[in-house]
């Protein structure tokens, strides 16, 4: 572990001032996966913004009929909220599907949405790895690729988002609210805020300098039958090989967004009008640009059998 410095924030405010006036800085809340990553030498802040003293932790209805929810709410508390569990079903299903219950216990909505990769090459430091060390090169690329990206990755890296959580927010069409170092509030739709990684793979969001998360905000509720279903090497405590999250209607719409593939949940317009014809037109739509290689070409059918899955579920 190397030296750090340490200071509790007094305000929003003041933790992004304090962010943005040292690249080096990091927040920290439930820390499950910032210290691990610190532990293995791979995040090296020198110095740590503790950010659960700022208030942040509540699940609120707001005036159109949407809720807003806390950067720091816990992912248990957040999965058994009664209007989470009745009106963004999908959301609590897909945070239940993930980690552990203590994990689940410590683990913040903002910290979900700020995950880093699970790739191994990421995670061993004697492997070149652009996400870890820009311009080093990418391991995966030639190597060993079961649990990368099928598609939206780029000849810098094919690594893939671990969030359960930002399947369903994906398909629910989540907006993440921040404050930056200047004060100014942003809004930032979810399907904008993970970046693929192009020549950048190191710059994982659109966040800014000192840029702090405060809350995710969910449109009125749609109704419709809401499902997760996960596919991975065992039952549990493991992250996704291919998951399926959907919002389907009584009249065969609805909308699937896809974890597991991509660097970024992944949701195309084209799948969503596609569904109403079954599993496979809609996979063709999703997968159109797939890129997969020997090792995780199997991701392709599996997605396709997913979705076939979760539409008869629907169907129920």
């Given amino acids: 572990m190397r030296e750090f410095s340490y200071e509790r924030a007094s305000s929003v405010e003041a933790a992004a001032k304090a962010a943005a006036s040292s690249p080096d800085a990091k927040f920290i809340a439930g820390g499950t996966n910032l210290l691990d990553l610190m532990k ?8 740590l913004i503790d950010v659960n003293g700022l208030g942040l932790d509540k699940i609120e209805k707001v005036e159109n009929g949407g809720l807003r929810i806390g950067a720091l709410v816990r992912n248990t508390d ?3 909220h009664d209007i989470v569990r009745r009106d963004y079903a999908l959301l609590s299903r897909a945070l239940l599907a993930g980690a552990s219950g203590q994990l689940r216990n410590k683990a913040t909505t903002a910290g979900n949405l700020l995950q880093r990769t699970r790739c191994p ?12 060390k820009p311009g080093s090169g990418c391991s995966a690329i030639g190597g060993y690729s079961r649990q990368l990206a099928v598609i939206g990755g780029s000849d810098a890296c094919i690594a893939t988002n671990p969030s359960d959580m930002c ?13 930056k170092a200047d004060g100014s509030r942003r809004s930032i739709p979810i ?3 993970h970046r693929l990684p192009g020549d950048t793979p190191h710059i994982e969001t659109a966040l ?24 991975r090497d065992r039952a549990s405590y493991a992250f996704a090989l291919v998951s ?7 009249d065969g719409t609805g909308r699937v967004a896809v974890g597991g593939i991509a660097p970024r949940p992944w949701r195309l317009d084209a799948a969503d009008g596609a569904l109403p014809e079954g599993a496979g037109p809609a996979t063709s739509a999703l997968l159109a640009d ?9 991701k392709v059918d599996l997605v396709e059998r997913t979705l076939s899955a979760v539409i008869a579920a629907g169907r129920i």
């Fill in 40 to 47: 293995l030498d791979i995040e090296t802040p020198k110095h």
């Fill in 78 to 80: 957040l999965a058994a």
């Fill in 121 to 132: 090459y990421f995670y061993d430091t004697n492997q070149p790895c652009n996400k870890r």
């Fill in 167 to 179: 399947v369903a927010l994906r398909a629910l069409d989540a907006i993440v609210e921040t404050v």
């Fill in 191 to 193: 399907t904008d805020f």
């Fill in 208 to 231: 800014e300098g000192g840029e702090i998360i405060t809350s995710i905000l969910l449109p009125p509720a749609i109704g419709g039958k809401q499902i997760y279903r996960k596919v």
């Fill in 244 to 250: 399926v999250g959907a919002i389907l209607q009584p």
């Fill in 290 to 298: 797939a890129r997969p290689t020997d090792d995780n070409r199997f």
